[in-house]
């Protein structure tokens, strides 16, 4: 795998290479959405990518439901409200994606996935999709390591097969 952490480099020196040679070349890249405040700014830096209209772009959003919900019947959301809850998220996704300029690209897929390992899903869908970049923004910062990627970009890191943009 493949660290896209050159674009830290070309801000300081743009006649590097030509970053929109590169994101041009993906066919294929899955946006990870967590809906938070610090994140989705973050991702608006996608329309500065140079990707074509015609890549296709997965928007997905993973909701984590605990272990206990999962093998607790109980616990355990019913089909509808499961149902609502994707309906919900895919709605999200659809306003997201006008709103960090995706509005014109013609091949986006909104995907919300409920499960108790939404690290390991996610990973599984990117790999079920052949996806080949994967971009995910950073938002915690503790320690030196908490400055280049939270756990959860850490984690696609090191079990991707994806390049990685860590967008901050």
Known sequence: MQIMSFLIFTAYNHNVFNTS??????????????????????????????????????LVHVVEM?????????LRPSADEISQIEKNVQDELAKLQKDIGLGDFKNVKLKCMISPNAK???????????????????????????????????????FSAANLLTLR
Request: charged share 30%.
């Open 66 to 74: 605990s272990l206990a919900e999962h093998f607790v019947p109980s």
């Open 21 to 58: 040679e590169v994101f041009m070349s993906f066919k294929k890249v899955m946006i990870a959405v967590d809906f938070d405040k610090k994140a989705l700014p973050l991702l608006s830096k996608i329309s500065k990518l140079s990707l074509p209209t015609d890549t296709e772009i997965h």
């Open 120 to 158: 390991q899903d996610f990973l599984q869908y990117s790999e079920d999709k052949g996806v080949e970049l994967i971009v995910a923004a950073a938002k915690e910062r503790e320690g030196l390591k908490g400055v280049f990627e939270g756990s959860f970009t850490s984690f696609l890191n090191k």
